[in-house]
């Protein structure tokens, strides 16, 4: 059976208690000065050919300096282009009726130490994007009740990108439970506007969606289809194969998506096969830990750019 939804996830948002497309590696990482340090130039990745893959961190209990341990036997390419720290939340101040940016002391740590937790990984090409999602509070990407309430959330999150040197922001429309705390139901216009203001905020920067959830289906409003304005989107359910249902070429989806250490193997190589020759352009993977996962990310590295992965403390 494959895993319905993330248990991260569910284990992350109860744990919270306290307060253009992307280039392949080798490509120059953004220089925005941030409060933790300006991103340095990366030194030049060996090339690779293939999709582009994308590591989901737990940072409630993992490093994002894990990603940057995999690369490819044949090349010395990175195995892992974009690296997602999840994850911050969507939080509803009861008070002010106002939506406001999460960050548990997790993602606060990881944020605080960007040159260490961040900055290395740029350094070698990859991107780092902020994933944020909902955390039983009612407060969500798509009941924003007006244009100005969406476009002050939007200029939260690219504040937050500039702040400390970040390459995007991910959205992920879970658990927020919308209805809590007097809060609306989900909308037609509050996530086209969210996602157009953030847009417009950060021209050059990367936009993800984990598809699932109501703003997932509200990608359209009053002529307008945010789906463009997306670099990725990607299969939610891990050990499966989904395509996306979104305005975007093969290129930015993700129909693959694979949990680490728990879909197997030879699933998790199926669905890079599989990615291969039906010409899509991303593979998404999950929980990626701190433990030699050489033969597991192996799995996928071979069918997806013909080389085992190496695993370098």
Do not use: C
Not at 31 to 42: D, I, K, L, N, V
Request: net charge neutral; no cysteine.
């Amino acid at each position: 059976m494959f895993t319905l939804l993330r248990s991260r996830v569910r284990r992350t948002a109860f744990a919270l208690s306290a307060v253009a497309a992307l280039a392949f590696a080798g490509t120059a990482v953004t220089t925005a000065t941030a409060t933790t340090g300006a991103a340095a130039a990366p030194a030049p990745a060996p090339a690779k050919q293939g999709p582009t893959s994308v590591a989901y961190v737990e940072v409630n209990n993992n490093s994002m300096r894990n990603v940057g341990k995999y690369t490819l036997a044949n090349g010395g390419g990175n195995v892992f282009d974009v690296a997602v720290v999840f994850a911050a939340n969507i939080n509803y101040d009861t008070g002010t009726k106002t939506a406001y940016l999460h960050f548990n002391e997790n993602v606060q740590r990881v944020l605080d130490n960007a040159a260490t937790e961040i900055r290395p990984l740029q350094q070698k090409g990859i991107k780092v994007v902020l994933s944020v999602l909902g955390n039983h509070q009612g407060a969500g990407f798509a009941n924003f009740p007006s244009q100005q309430a969406a476009s002050a959330f939007a200029k939260k999150l690219s504040d937050t990108v500039a702040e400390y040197g970040l390459d995007g922001i991910d959205f992920d429309d879970e658990y927020a439970e919308y209805g809590n705390n007097g809060t609306g139901q989900p909308n037609d216009s509050s996530f086209v506007h969210l996602v157009t203001a953030l847009r417009a905020n950060m021209p050059d920067k990367i936009i993800s969606l984990y598809n699932i959830g109501p703003a997932a289906s509200r990608l359209s409003y009053g002529g307008v289809d945010v789906s463009s304005k997306f670099d990725y989107a990607w299969n939610p359910y891990y050990g499966t194969w989904q395509v996306p249902r979104m305005a975007l070429p093969k290129s930015k989806l993700s129909p693959a998506a694979v949990e680490i250490g728990r879909t197997s193997r030879s699933t998790a190589a199926d669905l890079a096969r599989r990615t291969v020759g039906e010409g899509y352009g991303v593979y998404l993977t999950y929980n990626l830990d701190g433990a030699n996962r050489s033969a597991d990310v192996s799995a996928f590295t071979r069918e997806l750019y013909g080389s085992d992965a190496v695993y370098t403390p």
